[in-house]
DNA sequence: AGCACGCCGACT
DNA sequence: GTCGGCGTGCTC
């Protein structure tokens, strides 16, 4: 940028200097890891007034022959692109929607993950909505909002987290494993104790004058801090700004940001690149949840968001859960984060019960022991209590009477369940009922459910508690909350309502099962499955977990999570696995895979594959360490852009028996096919 | 992605 | 002689 000043020092009389005519250099909305780089345009004269980095235009690209969006990024007096430049076509609104935090944010996420800024800056800038641009520039007067006062934050010790705000320090936070009421507008909610911890902190921030930016998993998790948030903060300060919202809300919140008092922002990973005024503090709950990892190319955890965007900016950051992910734990260990617990423990308290149960005869008795049975029956009587099982629907597995094989579809081959107690068998991946189903192996006709979901459950706890309402609570009937009436709330996992009180009980259930899975977290994601049930408790009530023992049960018993992230660290050190190291798999073409591994500066033991895929192409998984990562993302990245621009790799094989995906494709960090590698 | 430019075979 | 095949490369 520096090269690029004007050469002359600007004369005292501006006004009738002929300034050289500028040129806008501009991000190009498309999708071609090509055009990820700014483009030149000259500036019309029409359009020199509103012709402003952030703004959203229309600029002409000769080769797709069409106007393409686009947003200016900066000015420069003249470009360095030496054949003539085009003119921008037209302005699409005045406002800038991009501002230079946000692009600069973008741009290095992309580039750690071998990505196309434009890809960040769609998540970060919603499409314009013209109703409501003009509803928002129709507010003339922006009155200086009341400030805000701040309230001590408790539990932590006297001004600990305030002084993490105020020093814009980083951290790791433990929450606190109960449940608080809290009151707004004359209706009161009961929510995570996390959720009262990160409002004051966000409150904290914008008394100080600063904004905060709080990133959430799912829909459940931002209606606890909404709530929270309401009870210590006015509403002109809380945006919420998240993907389930509709196109003109998003563009709504996203123009309330653009305004220069301090707010709280909160929202699931995309918030991160919200603007901000005068960012102070991000902070994300509960990082080990993979709803924090976005599904959209360049596939951005929010947790390296928000360590990146804290890093530009300064600010202070936050990781509070009831957990510690290994990816944070080790944040911690390379002395990056600090770590603060709260002043005074609060253990909930869990028992083990390693499996053999007392002898009810109905099927659920079968997995649930004589003790955990009292458990329920004894805190039914005062409240709710919450069953966690694994899996939803009714019978999650069917197999053949005869042989005992797993049930598969006949068109795809995909597994088998039953949604509900008279729902007719149906495939898991292609929906496909299994009206005329043969055993593939054994010709038998008759099948027998295995194993237990959610309704199951529901139905043989119903009839072993008659009289009591039953709950269930999936991911497609979510339940939000649940009143501190005798209750039993079937959920899974992930899924548990907040309930008035706390429970009473809770049973976590098919832990057993759930510890078997295949992943290279099944440790961290139990761990982060029954603590977040037991936070969920009231006082003086018993979690219960049924079948499991081991360091996991022991980690939570004691509620020494860090202490299991630390071992589990250990252990994905001597391994190489992430997040020891970052990984990066690439997909493509087996020529450009290979071309692109054998470019890159790593140890021949750290490239994993190539294994075939069964869509066609081949993946391979390349580890490396932390100080590589950059240098192997851009080698990548170049990469990618040339296997996207020559097509020799097409023209040799016009009869390839598998036609796989043209071109290249990188991941970063993508733990889950590392195992299989 | 699209679209123009460019360098070798059948054509009025 | 030239019309047009698609392989190659660029997009300010």
Known sequence: MGANRPRRSAPRSSRVVAVPAPIARVLVDSPLPQLDRLFDYAIPKSLTDAALPGVRVRVPLRSAGRIADGFIIELAPRGDYPGPLSELDSIVSPIPVLTPEVWALARRVADRAAGSAIDIVRLAVPTRQVRVEKAWLAVADRRALTPIAAAPIESYGEAVIEGVIAGNKRIALDAIPRVREVGADGATHWVGDWAVTLAAAATATVAGGRSAIIAVPDYRDQEQLAAALCAVLPPERIVRLDARQSNPDRYRALLRCLEHEALAIIGNRSVLY??????????????????????????????????????QQGTALIFAGHTRSTDVERLVEVGHLGSVSPERLILPKIVPTMQQSGGDRLAAGARIPSSAWSTARKALESGPVLIQVGRPGYAPRLACVDCG????????????????????????????????????????????????????????????????????????????????????????????????????????????????????????????????????????????????????????????????????????????????VRVATITGTSDAVSVA?????????????????????????????????????????????????????????????????????????????????
């Open 274 to 311: 919200a603007p901000a005024p005068t960012l102070g503090l991000i902070a994300v709950w509960d990082d080990g949840d993979p709803l924090h990892s976005e599904p959209l190319a360049p596939y951005v955890h929010t947790r390296d968001a928000a360590l990146v965007r804290q890093q």
């Open 405 to 580: 094989q797993t049930a598969r579809c006949v068109r795809c081959e995909g597994p088998l369940a039953q949604r509900s107690a008279r729902a007719a068998p149906a495939c898991q991946w292609c929906g496909a009922l299994a009206a005329q189903w043969r055993c593939s192996s054994c010709e038998g006709s008759h099948l027998r459910s295995i194993g237990f979901g959610a309704a199951r459950t529901a139905e043989d706890l119903g009839r072993a508690f008659p009289g009591v309402r039953v709950v269930v609570a999936d991911g497609e009937r979510p339940v939000m909350t649940i009143g501190p009436d005798p209750a039993l709330v079937i959920a899974t996992r992930g899924a548990e309502p907040v309930a008035d009180g706390g429970y009473r009980a809770v049973l976590l259930l098919d832990g057993e099962r759930m510890v078997a899975r295949e992943s290279l977290r099944v440790g961290e994601d139990c761990l982060r499955w029954w603590s977040n049930a037991a936070a969920l408790c009231g006082p003086g009530a018993t979690t219960v977990l049924v079948g499991v023992g081991g360091d996991l049960a022991s980690a939570l018993v004691t509620w020494r999570q860090a202490d299991y992230a630390r071992a589990e660290l250990v252990d994905r050190h001597r391994l190489r696995f992430p997040p020891a």
């Open 597 to 677: 591994v054998a470019s890159l500066a790593v140890a021949p033991e750290d490239v994993l594959g190539p294994v075939e895929l069964a869509a066609g192409g081949v993946r391979t998984i390349v580890r490396m360490s932390y100080g590589q990562a950059a240098g192997v993302a851009a080698q990548l990245r170049a990469e990618t852009i040339r296997a996207a621009t020559s097509r020799r790799s097409r023209a040799i094989r016009p009869e390839a028996t598998v036609r796989p995906a043209p071109g290249l494709r990188v991941r970063f960090d993508d733990v889950e096919p590392f195992l299989e590698a």
